[in-house]
């Protein structure tokens, strides 16, 4: 069963086939239009939380408590540059554990996971695929055999700037054709951002229809990415610091800087 959503964050999206024990739950700050992703087995009732941001941690804290879920990990996509992540305050709450990319640049992870690698939450899979490219230290992490959280290498027909810390457009046009672009193309696509109201879409789809990849080669894209010409986000002076030490410093903002 594929069911699809258009914005309504607070629901159930999708149990399906092979999903049984799966609750799987999409969550969103309309400040810095950031997705966090609730992925927990509904037997063990067991828990992770991926990208939560920092003004919404009381937020995802009630929502886990009203669901009866105990938080084992909090897992961040990369380094963020528009908002705080909310991993700190909820390792106070909880008992859980940070988990950062390899050779992210936050002092205070419980744990680093590489490529290939794989966390488990009751039954359900959570393996990282290296997606480098937006920053030089990124996972997206694929849930079972059905979804897949993309950070923000791979948006819904759009992609993560890759002119800021150690970004680079080759690198993330490699990872995105060649790591993601080769699941299977009804694999649910659920990235770390949206600012049109987009919340799911599928690796097929994506291939077909995402104007930054479809039909372009390596070159063309890295061309595409260097004319953006985007403006330097104010807020990446204050996330960057603050997500290095795992989001221990607050702020609101409004910014597209995925
Ligand atoms: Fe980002």
Same mark, same amino acid.
């Given at each position: 069963m594929l069911f699809r959503q258009l914005f309504d964050p607070d629901t159930w999206l999708y149990i399906g086939k092979g999903?049984?024990?799966?609750?799987? $739950? &999409? !969550? @969103?700050?309309?400040?810095? =239009?950031s997705y966090t992703y609730l992925v927990a087995d509904g037997e063990t009732k067991t828990a992770a939380l991926i990208d939560p941001v920092l003004e919404q941690?009381?937020?995802? @804290?009630?929502l886990l408590n009203e669901l009866?879920?105990?938080? &084992?990990? =909090?897992?961040? #996509?990369?380094?963020?540059?528009?908002? #705080?992540s *909310?991993?700190?305050?909820?390792?106070? !709450?909880?008992? =859980?554990?940070?988990?950062?990319? /390899?050779?992210?640049?936050?002092?205070?992870?419980d744990?680093? %996971? $590489?490529?290939?690698? %794989? +966390? $488990?939450?009751?039954d359900i899979q959570i393996c990282a695929i290296e997606t480098c490219g937006h920053t030089d230290s990124h996972m997206a992490y694929r849930i079972n055999d059905t979804h897949v959280l993309t950070g923000d290498a791979l948006l819904i027909r759009g992609c993560g700037r890759t002119d800021l810390r150690? *970004? /680079?457009?080759? #690198? +993330?046009? /490699?990872r995105v054709t060649q790591r993601l672009f080769t699941l299977p193309e009804d694999t649910l696509v659920y990235p770390a951002h949206d600012y049109w109201g987009q919340t799911v879409s599928t690796i097929g789809e994506e291939k077909r229809w995402n104007p930054r990849f479809a039909n372009k080669r390596r070159e063309d894209f890295i061309q595409f990415m260097a004319a953006l010409k985007l403006p330097d986000s104010q807020t990446m002076m204050e996330a960057v610091p603050a997500n290095e030490q795992r989001g221990r410093l607050g702020w609101r903002a409004r910014s597209q800087s995925a």
């Open positions: 999903t049984e024990t799966l609750l799987f $739950r &999409q !969550l @969103f700050d309309p400040v810095t =239009c941690v009381e937020r995802d @804290f009630r009866g879920l105990s938080l &084992q990990f =909090c897992l961040e #996509t990369h380094t963020h540059g528009d908002h #705080t *909310g991993t700190g305050k909820l390792r106070e !709450l909880t008992e =859980c554990e940070g988990v950062v990319p /390899d050779h992210a640049p936050a002092a205070y992870a744990r680093r %996971i $590489r490529d290939g690698e %794989i +966390l $488990r939450v009751g150690g *970004g /680079d457009a080759g #690198t +993330l046009y /490699d």
